[in-house]
């Protein structure tokens, strides 16, 4: 896997934004993606190294419309711990 194909998008929540005041940072990640490939591509795309990556699978919720019941996607979730001396210069201008 390409690893700038892990990182789908950096995740703008009012948890995310209460996380990144303790430099830890929120990104949705690829389905296949591991802890590993994670911390690769926070090295490689953002040029800091990463003290822990904790990956977590949010599960499709159901939600009813007019057809009857649907589901959301499911999708993984990346938080990225960093040193307090290290910050990725895309949140900073959020």
């Not at 005041?21 to 795309?45: G, H, P």
């Amino acid at each position: 896997m390409n690893l700038y194909d892990v990182l789908k998008k950096p995740l703008v929540t009012e948890k995310a934004e209460d996380l990144r005041a303790s430099n830890i940072y929120a990104f949705e990640i690829d389905l296949r993606a591991n802890k590993t490939l994670v911390q690769q591509a926070i090295r490689k795309i953002y040029g800091v190294i990463p003290v822990k990556v904790n990956v977590l699978h949010v599960r499709a919720k159901g939600k009813r419309n007019k057809y009857g019941i649907g589901f959301k996607a499911t999708r993984k979730k990346a938080y990225v711990f960093l040193d307090k001396k290290d910050k990725i210069e895309l949140f900073e201008a959020v």
